[in-house]
């Protein structure tokens, strides 16, 4: 989101425009020629290309440049408006819930959403198109969603902040089913790629080509991705066999994935293997392996290669 100062403290957010005269210089340097217009974003940035992917496609279709098409990537931008793990005072941006939090943003920042969204929900309720969920069903363009499934910035505004201490049980349960209720949002999203990592952006980070779900990386999937538009524009075929373009992990805790950025002990500095992680955020093996009906030992193998 951009914003321009105006006198006397007060502010003008002026995203949406920027975008859109952005558009008209670009169309001068050469997109008038361009045959994809791939939107991308990370974050807040990655909520933006939701809300402003399809409001692209139709300045360009009123330019008289129906031939371009416009998609969008969207890393770490599809937040949940899930219940606070520990309910606290809207008084900053981290403490305040994600739906408070846009709720009085939205008046704030005059914010604009896409017209097919906002007829969705009756008036002083269009803050719900700020969720990926809510807004990708009303989405004219195809769009490529990256969300990890244990996003920290999710934790952070949900109240679950993992400060070296060992969590507690109630978080530990709390951050799983966040897992699960990531996954169901995504089950019908056509292009996805969601490891079971706990971090935040994907598409900014140097080893964005590393991460891998069910053997395929980001890479791989963006270029099945992008064969899938191709074909499908030639003749309506389904997705190419062999080249995945919906990859969610199924397994259930963060950093069960084996491909997962490394993680340091937030004090230490020091890398830790998934099962020092685990045992770092307060990880019950026994309790775990009696609940899954195993022995111990095999948990800890399954665990360690990420299965």
């Not at 008038?32 to 939701?50: D, E, H, N, P």
Request: proline share 5%; glycine share 8%; aromatic share 8%.
């Amino acid at each position: 989101m951009y914003t321009a100062v105006k006198e006397r403290d007060e502010y003008a957010f002026m995203g949406a425009l920027i975008i859109q005269e952005v558009i008209k210089e670009l169309v001068g340097k050469g997109l008038s020629t361009a045959k994809v217009l791939l939107l991308a974003g990370s974050s807040a940035g990655g909520t933006g290309v939701l809300l402003n992917v399809d409001r692209v496609a139709e300045q360009l279709e009123e330019m008289g440049y129906q031939g371009i098409q416009v998609r969008g990537l969207a890393d770490s931008g599809w937040f949940l408006d899930n219940k606070q793990y520990r309910r606290t005072d809207c008084i900053d941006t981290i403490t305040c819930a994600p739906t408070e939090a846009i709720r009085r943003g939205i008046r704030y920042w005059n914010g604009i959403v896409p017209e097919r969204c906002k007829l969705q929900f009756k008036e002083g309720e269009e803050w719900n198109c700020f969720f990926g969920y809510k807004i990708y069903p009303t989405l004219r363009c195809p769009v490529f969603v990256v969300q990890w499934l244990f996003d920290e910035a999710q934790l952070t505004v949900d109240n679950v902040h993992l400060t070296g201490q060992p969590v507690q049980e109630g978080q530990w349960l709390y951050i799983q089913n966040l897992g699960r209720e990531l996954r169901n949002t995504l089950k019908d999203v056509t292009a996805s790629f969601a490891p079971a990592c706990l971090s935040h952006e994907i598409i900014t980070r140097n080893h964005w080509t590393d991460i891998q779900v069910k053997g395929t990386s980001l890479p791989r999937a963006l270029h099945c991705w992008d064969r899938s538009l191709h074909e499908s524009n030639k003749n309506g075929k389904a997705p190419l066999k062999g080249c995945p373009i919906h990859l969610i992990d199924s397994c259930p805790w963060p950093h069960c994935n084996p491909s997962c950025p490394t993680i340091r002990d937030q004090f230490t500095g020091q890398e830790m293997n998934v099962i020092q992680f685990l045992m770092h955020m307060g990880f019950d093996v026994q309790k775990m392996a009696q609940q899954q009906g195993l022995e111990p030992s095999k948990l800890l193998g399954m665990l360690s290669s990420g299965n």
